[in-house]
C-alpha cells in the first residue's frame, strides 16, 4: 500500500484543484470550464473507439445524436434531465448498433471513409428534415433542472452537476479499459489474427467498443444541449470532429489520461490564442501537423521521452498511427 | 421530356467536373495510399485564383485559368515533400496531415478574400448557345465540359501510351513489386500528386465563374469525390471517370424530381451501399491496402 | 462586398475612439453618462451581410449623435457606445455572445438578427429582463415579452410587391416560388408569398424547397421554368445572384419578385441590365427622392447615405439602415419613459399606440399569428429596378394587407408546417 501514498494525495490535490477552479474565474471561463468537462468525456468515449485500431469519423454525429435525442425528448415529452441523459446515451447506442452491420464489414481506410459517410448522412438528414429536426438553424428552448432551489442555468451549480456526471462516466470508462474486456479490445488492435486464432470474435469486440463509446458520447451530447440549450446541425460537423481528432492524437492514445491531457492542454492554448480569432483553425492545424510529424505519441510521451534522452537511451521509438 | 434533355446535358457538364477532381483523389490515392482530405480546398484554391486575380484584378481568363493550375500545384508538391513523404509509411498520418493543411487553405482564404458572403466571378464566356428554344447551354459550360474532356483525354493518352504513365500506373498497382523494378517511387509520387492537384486547380478554375466561391465550397467538393471514388472503386481511374458522370446524372436528376440535400443523402447511402456489397466499386479492381 | 478583418477592427476601434471622445467632451461640458447597446449578430459567413453593415450604420448615428453632445434621457445627457459580437449564425455562439453582452458589458438592449439565434438566447432574455429587437417578427412567440421587432416586418412586407405586380401586371397568372428550405427566412417568406398571391387570384404552379449545400442552380430552375410560370418569385433566398443567372441563361422572360436583392449590381454583371430591370423586391437604397417624402421617420436619409458610402463603399445592404432605425426607436422609447433601464423603455414603446415606424403608420401587431403584439407593422416600398438602379415606386399599408387577408396567411403558415397560435 505503501507506493500507492503519492498517488493518492496526487489524486486528492486533483481533486481538491477541479472542485475550487470555477470560483476563481469569470463568467465567461466558467462557460469555457463546463464545455472543457464534457469534452473530457467526448475524448475518453473516442478513445475507447480507436482501441481496437479503428479510427472513425463518426463520433461528432454520434454526439448531435445524443444532443437531439434529448433536446426532442424535452420539448416533446417534457421530461427533466435525469431521464434525457440515459435515453440520449441508449439512442445513440442503439444507432451505433444499427451501424455496426455496414460498418464493421469494412476495416482501416474503408471504415474511415465509411463512417464519415454514415456519420454526414446523418447530419444532412437533420437539416433536411425540419420536422422534427429544425433544418439548419436547429432547436431551442431546451432547460437545465431546476431542484432544490437550485437553477442549474447558473455555470456553477451546473459545472458541479457535469463534473458529477462525468466523474462517473471516466470511472465507468476506467474499469471496462481495465477489465477482461478492456484487454481484448487491445489484443483486436495490436495482434487481431492471433486474437481470432484463440477464439476471440473481433466483430464482436470492435462493435461492443463503438456502441458503448457511442453511448457516452450521447450522453456528453444531452449535457452539452441541456447547458446551452440550443442545437443546430453544424455543431457535429467534420469540424468538430477533427478537433476531437486534434485532442486525441495531440495528447496521445496509449493512455487514458493521453486525450484528457490533451483537450485540457489544447482549450488552454485556445484561450491564450483567443485574440487571433481569425487564424485559430490554421494554428490548430499546424499543431496537428507539427504533433504528427514531430510527436506521434503525443503529449503522454513527453516524460518517458526525457527520461530516455536523460539515460541516454536508444530505444526511442518511432511512434505510428497504424500498425502494418 | 424537354427538362430531362436538359438535365442530360447538366449532368454531363457536371460529370466533367466531379470527373477533374475524382480522378486526382483516385490518383494520389493509387500511388501514395494516402486520403487526401484537403483535396476539395485545392479546389478552392483553384476557384480563388480566379476570383483574385482574374475578376478583382482583370487579368484575362485564360492565363488566369493556367496561372490557377501552378498555383495549386505547387500546393500539392509542398504537401508532399512536407507532409505526405515524411509519413510515407502511414497512411493514417499522411491523412490527419491533409486534415491539418484544409484548415490552413481555409483560414489563408479568409484572409484573402475577406469575410463576407460568397464571392461572385462574372463569366468570362457571356451569352447562351440556343439549339433549341428549351435546350439552351451556357458558353461558359460548355467550355467547361470541353475543357475537362480534353484534360481528362490528355491524361489517360498520358497514362496509357508514355514510359512515365506506365510507372505511375504499376506503382497503383503494387508499390513493392514496381519499387523490385527500379521505378523510383518518390519520383512518381511526386508526379502523381502534381497531376492530380493540377486537375483539382484547373477544376476549380473552370468552376469558380458558375458556382458560389468561399473558404468552405470544398467540403461538398470532397463529399462528391469520395463518393465517386468508392462508387467507382478506389484504385481505378477509369472507374472514377464513369463514376462521376453517373453519379453527377443521378445527382441532377434526384435534385430536379426531389431536391439537393436528398441527393446528397441518396449518393452517401449509395456510397455506404456500395462498400458493403462491393468495396472495389462498380469498375472492380483489387486493391493494395 | 468583401469584410476583412481590418474592416472589423476599424470598427471596434472606431466605437472606443468615439466612447473615448465622449467622454473627453464630457469632462468640459457637463459629465454625460454612456449607455451601451449590444449587439449580437453575424459578421462573419454567409449571413455577414445581414450583420456587419448593420454595425456600421449605427456607427454613424451614434457617433452623430455623441459630437452632437448626447442624448437627453430623464434630464441626463448620455453618449451612445455601440458593443457587437459576432456569432456568425450559429447558435452556440449566440448564446455566448449575449451572455456576455448582459453579464459583462451591462448593456441596455441587444439587437439582433432573428431566426434560430434569437429563439437560442430567448430564456436568457425572459430570465435577465432584457429587451432584445429582432428583423424577424416570426421570433415571437406567447412567452417573449422581452423580444420586439420595431423595423423590418419580415416576411410580410413581401404582400405589397405582389400586390403591385398584381395591379400593374394583370396578364401574370401564374408563379412560382424558390427558396432555401428553412423555417426562419425561406418558408415564412414562401408561406406569406402563397398568401399573397391566392389574394390577387394568381396560381402557384410550383413550390421548390432546396437545402444549402447545393454548387449547380441550372438543374433546380431547370425544373421550375417546366411549369411554365408567368412569375419567378424567391422568396427571402440567399441564392438570388445564382438563381439570377440561371434565369438569365435559360432565357426567362417573365417578371422577377424576390424579397431582396442585394448587390444587384453584381448581378447585373453577371447577366445584364436589360435582364435585371423591371425586377420587384422590397429594399430602397437610401439615396431614393422618395425616402424624403414626410411619410419616412429616418432623419435625414441622403445624408446617411453619404456618410455610409464614403466610410464603406461596397458593403451597403438591406440592414445598413434597419439596425440605426431601431436604435432611433429605442432613444424614442428611452425619452419617453425617461430611462434607459430595459423593462422601463419595453414599457413606454409598447404604451405607444401609434409607435414610431420607418415607412409610417405603424401600430403593435402579432398576436394573431404567433401570440404577442410585439412587432411593428405599417406602410412599406415596393423597389423596382429601373435603368439598372433601384427605385421606390410607391409606399403600401401592410396593416391594411393583414386586415384583410390574415386568415388566408395563416393557413398558409399552416401548410407549410410553421408555429402559428
Redesign the interface.
Known amino acids: 500500500m505503501k507506493e500507492n501514498w503519492p498517488k493518492i494525495v496526487g489524486f486528492l490535490l486533483l481533486l481538491a484543484a477541479v472542485l475550487a477552479v470555477p470560483h476563481f474565474l469569470q463568467f465567461h471561463h466558467q462557460d469555457l470550464l463546463i464545455f472543457l468537462v464534457i469534452n473530457v468525456l467526448v475524448v475518453t468515449s473516442y478513445r475507447l473507439v480507436t482501441l481496437t485500431g479503428e479510427?472513425s469519423l463518426i463520433h461528432a454525429v454520434m454526439m448531435g445524436v445524443g444532443g437531439y435525442t434529448a433536446t426532442l425528448l424535452f420539448r416533446g415529452f417534457e421530461l427533466g434531465m435525469w431521464f434525457t441523459l440515459p435515453l440520449a446515451g441508449l439512442v445513440a447506442a442503439a444507432i451505433a448498433a444499427l451501424l455496426c452491420f455496414?460498418l464493421f464489414?469494412?476495416t482501416?481506410?474503408?471504415f474511415?471513409?465509411?463512417s464519415?459517410?454514415?456519420g454526414?448522412?446523418i447530419r444532412?438528414?437533420w437539416?433536411?428534415f425540419i420536422i422534427p429536426f429544425g433544418g439548419t438553424g436547429g432547436l431551442s428552448g431546451v432547460e437545465p433542472p431546476f431542484v432544490f432551489d437550485i437553477d442549474f442555468l447558473e455555470p456553477i451549480p451546473y459545472y458541479y452537476l457535469t463534473l458529477a456526471i462525468v466523474g462517473l462516466c471516466l470511472l465507468i470508462l476506467y474499469r471496462i479499459e481495465n477489465s477482461r474486456i478492456g484487454l481484448t479490445l487491445h489484443s483486436v488492435h495490436w495482434k487481431a489474427p492471433l486474437a481470432e486464432s484463440v477464439g476471440v470474435d473481433t466483430w464482436r469486440y470492435r462493435a461492443l467498443a463503438f456502441i458503448v463509446g457511442s453511448f457516452f458520447v450521447g450522453v456528453a451530447g444531452g449535457l452539452k444541449v441541456h447547458y446551452l440549450g440550443t442545437i443546430n446541425p453544424n455543431q457535429f460537423g467534420?469540424g468538430f470532429m477533427?478537433f476531437i481528432?486534434i485532442w486525441v492524437?495531440v495528447g496521445g492514445y496509449n493512455r487514458f489520461y493521453g486525450p484528457i491531457l490533451g483537450v485540457v492542454v489544447l482549450t488552454l492554448f485556445d484561450e491564450s490564442i483567443r485574440q487571433f480569432e481569425?487564424?485559430r483553425?490554421?494554428i490548430?492545424?499546424?499543431?496537428?501537423?507539427l504533433s504528427?510529424?514531430f510527436l506521434?505519441k503525443g503529449l503522454e510521451s513527453i516524460p518517458a521521452r526525457l527520461r530516455s534522452w536523460a539515460g541516454g537511451g536508444s530505444d526511442r521509438e518511432k511512434g505510428?498511427?497504424?500498425d502494418g | 421530356m424537354?427538362?430531362f434533355f436538359?438535365?442530360i446535358i447538366?449532368g454531363l457538364?457536371?460529370g466533367g467536373f466531379f470527373a477533374l477532381f475524382a480522378v486526382g483523389l483516385v490518383l494520389i490515392f493509387g500511388v501514395m495510399g494516402v486520403?487526401n482530405f484537403a483535396h476539395g480546398e485545392l479546389v478552392m484554391v483553384g476557384a480563388y485564383t480566379i476570383w483574385l486575380v482574374h475578376a478583382q484584378h482583370g487579368v484575362a481568363y485564360i492565363p488566369t485559368l493556367i496561372l490557377a493550375i501552378l498555383v495549386v500545384t505547387g500546393v500539392g508538391l509542398l504537401m508532399e515533400r512536407f507532409?505526405f513523404r515524411?509519413?510515407r509509411?502511414?497512411?493514417?498520418?499522411g491523412?490527419?496531415?491533409s486534415?491539418?493543411?484544409?484548415?490552413?487553405l481555409?483560414?489563408?482564404a479568409?484572409?484573402v478574400?475577406?469575410?463576407?458572403?460568397?464571392?461572385?466571378v462574372?463569366?468570362p464566356f457571356h451569352g447562351?448557345l440556343?439549339l433549341f428554344?428549351f435546350l439552351?447551354i451556357?458558353y461558359q459550360?460548355l467550355f467547361g465540359l470541353g475543357i475537362s474532356v480534353l484534360a481528362l483525354a490528355t491524361l489517360w493518352y498520358f497514362l496509357t501510351r508514355t514510359r512515365l504513365g506506365w510507372a505511375l500506373r504499376a506503382v497503383a498497382l503494387d508499390r513493392e513489386a514496381a519499387a523490385l523494378q527500379g521505378i523510383n517511387i518518390t519520383r512518381i509520387s511526386v508526379i502523381a500528386i502534381g497531376v492530380g492537384a493540377a486537375l483539382a486547380g484547373l477544376a476549380g478554375g473552370l468552376?469558380a465563374p458558375?458556382?458560389?466561391i468561399?473558404p468552405h465550397?470544398g467540403?461538398?467538393v470532397i463529399?462528391t469525390a469520395?463518393?465517386v471514388t468508392?462508387v467507382g472503386g478506389?484504385g481505378s481511374l477509369s472507374g472514377a471517370v464513369y463514376a462521376a458522370v453517373l453519379y453527377a446524372l443521378f445527382h441532377?436528376?434526384v435534385?430536379?424530381?426531389f431536391?439537393?440535400?436528398?441527393a446528397?443523402?441518396c449518393g452517401?447511402?449509395l456510397?455506404?451501399v456500395v462498400?458493403?456489397v462491393r468495396?472495389t466499386g462498380i469498375m472492380g479492381v483489387r486493391v493494395s491496402? | 462586398?468583401?469584410?476583412?478583418?481590418r474592416?472589423?477592427l476599424r470598427a471596434s476601434v472606431a466605437s472606443v475612439v468615439a466612447a473615448g471622445s465622449g467622454t473627453f467632451s464630457g469632462n468640459l461640458l457637463a459629465a454625460n453618462k454612456t449607455v451601451k447597446i449590444g449587439m449580437n449578430i453575424p459578421?462573419?459567413?454567409?449571413y455577414?451581410?445581414w450583420g456587419?453593415p448593420g454595425l456600421y450604420g449605427c456607427q454613424i448615428v451614434a457617433d452623430d449623435i455623441n459630437a452632437a453632445g448626447g442624448v437627453s434621457i430623464g434630464g441626463d445627457k448620455y453618449n451612445i457606445e455601440m458593443v457587437a459580437y459576432d456569432h456568425g449564425y450559429d447558435t452556440e455562439k449566440a448564446v455566448q455572445g449575449y451572455k456576455k453582452l448582459v453579464l459583462q458589458d451591462k448593456v441596455k438592449m441587444v439587437m439582433m438578427l432573428g431566426g434560430s439565434t434569437v429563439a437560442s438566447i430567448l430564456p436568457w432574455a425572459q430570465r435577465r429582463k432584457m429587451l432584445t429587437t429582432t428583423l424577424l417578427p416570426s421570433d415571437i412567440t406567447e412567452k417573449s415579452e422581452y423580444l420586439i421587432a420595431t423595423c423590418e416586418s419580415h416576411p410580410l412586407y413581401n404582400v405589397t410587391g405582389v400586390d403591385y405586380l398584381a395591379e400593374n401586371f394583370p396578364e401574370a397568372k401564374t408563379a412560382a416560388i424558390v427558396t432555401n428550405?428553412d423555417a426562419e427566412y425561406g418558408l415564412q417568406s414562401a408561406a406569406t408569398y402563397k398568401a399573397a398571391f391566392e389574394a390577387n387570384g394568381i396560381e402557384v404552379v410550383d413550390v421548390?424547397?432546396?437545402?444549402?449545400?447545393?454548387?449547380?442552380f441550372?438543374?433546380?430552375v431547370?425544373?421550375v421554368l417546366?411549369k411554365k410560370p408567368d412569375i419567378f418569385c424567391m422568396a427571402t433566398s440567399f441564392?438570388v445572384?445564382?438563381l439570377m443567372e440561371q434565369l438569365y441563361?435559360?432565357?426567362f422572360k417573365g417578371k422577377i419578385i424576390s424579397c431582396t436583392l442585394d448587390?444587384y449590381d453584381?448581378i447585373i454583371?453577371?447577366t445584364s441590365q436589360e435582364f435585371v430591370d423591371g425586377t420587384i423586391f422590397q429594399f430602397p437604397d437610401f439615396d431614393d427622392p422618395k425616402l424624403n417624402e414626410d411619410i419616412v421617420n429616418f432623419p435625414n436619409p441622403g445624408d446617411f447615405d453619404a456618410k455610409y458610402r464614403a466610410a464603406h463603399p461596397n458593403d451597403w445592404s438591406a440592414v445598413s439602415w434597419e439596425y440605426p432605425a431601431i436604435l432611433l426607436n429605442w432613444i424614442e422609447g428611452a425619452k419617453a419613459a425617461g430611462s434607459v433601464e430595459p423593462t422601463d423603455v419595453l414599457n413606454a414603446l409598447k404604451s405607444n399606440s401609434r409607435p414610431e415606424f420607418i415607412f409610417g403608420g405603424g401600430h403593435w401587431w402579432g398576436k394573431e399569428l404567433w401570440g404577442l403584439d410585439n412587432a411593428v407593422v405599417g406602410f412599406w416600398p415596393v423597389v423596382v429596378v429601373e435603368g439598372g438602379k433601384a427605385r421606390i415606386k410607391e409606399f403600401r399599408s401592410v396593416s391594411g394587407w393583414l386586415k384583410r387577408n390574415k386568415d388566408l396567411l395563416i393557413k398558409h403558415m399552416k401548410e407549410l408546417g410553421l408555429r402559428t397560435v
Open positions: 479510427w455496414p464489414r469494412m482501416q481506410f474503408y474511415l471513409i465509411g464519415f459517410a454514415a454526414e448522412a444532412l438528414c437539416i433536411e467534420i477533427v481528432l492524437i481569425e487564424f483553425p490554421a490548430y492545424g499546424a499543431v496537428l501537423i504528427i510529424l506521434p505510428k498511427l497504424t | 424537354e427538362l436538359l438535365s447538366n457538364i457536371q486520403v507532409l515524411p509519413t509509411n502511414d497512411p493514417l498520418a491523412l490527419i496531415c486534415i491539418g493543411v484544409l484548415f490552413i481555409q483560414v489563408i479568409t484572409l478574400g475577406g469575410e463576407g458572403p460568397s464571392k461572385q462574372p463569366p447562351t440556343v428554344e439552351r451556357p459550360r468552376m458558375l458556382t458560389n468561399n465550397m467540403h461538398n463529399i469520395f463518393i468508392i478506389v441532377t436528376f435534385t430536379v424530381y431536391g439537393g440535400t436528398v446528397t443523402i452517401l447511402i456510397m455506404v462498400l458493403i468495396p491496402e | 462586398m468583401s469584410f476583412s478583418r474592416d472589423l459578421m462573419t459567413g454567409d455577414a451581410p456587419l428550405n421548390n424547397l432546396h437545402g444549402f449545400d447545393i454548387t449547380d441550372a438543374p433546380i431547370s425544373s417546366a441564392y445572384t445564382p441563361h435559360q432565357g448587390f453584381e454583371a453577371k
